[in-house]
């Protein structure tokens, strides 16, 4: 059974560009949160979705936005880059709203911006 | 202002010293407290939530306990394979919010 599964592995930006970032949740799963990840410090909540409804939103600007799909597989856009959006994102999935089976990441896209 | 608080930031044990890794936090409205493991480049690993205070989990070697104020990270007999970032994470009703982690390195 395929875990969670995040596209592309790796990014390289140039400051001002638009990037998107894609997640495909296991199997049965329907909700998806979004987490960014600079290096040495703890994820830090952006979005989660369930039910391809918003349903919770971290401190981040507004260029970055999101959506979720009726297969449930999500998109993460980040417009404007900034030298300070450099990190590793990561995709999550749970089997229902509240997490209380926990979350499954993903591996992650390690985006970099020049 | 919610926040999660983890320490210490590094720890070195050599094989078979147990030890305890500790989760500070403050939130308004606790819905769960999660640990997660991190390997180098990876995606962190779901290990436990505990969601009221006196409330312990145990899996293999590690042991997660809760209070009103912290968590605990118990392991006792650590092996090599343990070593990697240990994180804690609240969830405060919609957001979620997590440690800066404790990276762990077993020696043989």
């Known amino acids: 059974d395929a875990g969670v599964t995040q596209s592309p592995t790796h990014l390289i930006k140039t400051r001002g560009q638009h990037v998107t970032l894609r997640c495909s949740p296991i199997?049965?799963?329907?909700?998806v949160s979004w987490y960014q990840q600079v290096l040495g410090q703890g994820p830090q909540f952006i979005f989660q979705?369930?039910?391809?409804?918003?349903?919770g939103r971290g401190n981040f600007p507004d260029r970055f936005s999101a959506r979720q799909f009726p297969n449930y597989s999500s998109e993460l856009n980040v417009n404007a880059l900034l030298l300070g959006d450099s990190a590793l994102y990561l995709c999550a999935s749970s089997i229902d709203r509240d997490t209380n089976y926990g979350y499954t990441f993903g591996s992650g896209t390690r985006l970099t911006v020049v | 202002e919610d926040q999660v608080t983890q320490s210490p930031e590094a720890l070195r044990l050599q094989e078979g010293e147990s030890s305890s890794l500790n989760c500070s936090y403050t939130v308004s409205g606790l819905r769960g407290l999660f640990w997660y493991r991190q390997d180098p480049g990876k995606g962190p690993e779901f290990l436990f939530t505990?969601?009221?205070a006196g409330e312990e989990k145990e899996k293999e070697r590690l042991k997660a306990t809760l209070t009103k104020k912290e968590s605990f990270l118990h392991i006792t007999a650590p092996k090599p394979e343990d070593s990697a970032t240990y994180l804690c994470a609240v969830r405060n009703f919609n957001k979620f919010y997590f440690g800066s982690g404790t990276k762990l390195n077993v020696k043989p």
């Open positions: 505990l969601y009221s």
């Open positions: 979705y369930y039910e391809k409804e918003e349903r």
């Open positions: 199997s049965g799963h329907k909700s």
